[in-house]
């Protein structure tokens, strides 16, 4: 079934004021975890035209390269390496003004200035991070946070899917 997104100019609160119940309306009813994963990242790079918009997974003991939209990204990441694996370890959602100040930076794309990375918690433990990257210093905020937050929370993650 094909389906539209409307993409709308102003703030960044309005934007994702328009793009949540689109978000959650391609969610809807459908059970696929990676389908979800991968309409979100979609839906969010045709919004917001970010460098980079995936997720990554926990399997073992690293993070395993899940749906994209964007440049070629690193396959794997280990536990408490790079912005990833920290949010990750921490359990905890990082906002990276600048990604060069970040001690033991992943560098996937030369072009990423700034980022923001989400977990996604079940059962307190994390079993997925939402990474966003972008071309732009300091580009992300508290509004980046929150209603990202809120999209990952939003997923259904079957009980067999960690680890």
Not at 106 to 111: D, F, G, K, P, Y
Not at 123 to 139: F, P, Q, T
Request: with cysteine; net charge negative.
């Amino acid at each position: 079934m094909a389906e539209d997104l409307y993409v709308i100019a102003g703030t960044k609160e309005e934007q994702y004021k328009a793009l949540m119940p689109q978000i959650k309306a391609l969610l809807e009813g459908e059970p696929d975890l990676i389908a979800n994963m991968a309409n979100m990242v979609a839906a969010l790079k045709q919004q917001f035209n970010w460098l980079w918009v995936g997720f990554y997974i926990v399997r073992a003991d690293e993070l395993v390269l899940g749906p994209f939209q964007g440049p070629i990204a690193c396959t794997r990441i280990k536990k408490g390496k790079g912005v990833c694996g920290t949010s990750w370890a921490e359990k905890k959602t990082l906002i990276v003004p600048d990604v060069e100040q970040f001690p033991g930076h992943i560098a996937c794309s030369s072009l990423s200035r700034s980022e923001i990375v989400i977990p996604i918690i079940r059962n307190n433990e994390v079993v997925g991070v939402l990474d966003v990257d972008s071309v732009e210093y300091n580009d992300f905020d508290e509004n980046d946070r929150t209603f990202l937050t809120e999209l990952v929370e939003s997923l259904v993650i079957p009980q067999t899917f960690a680890n």
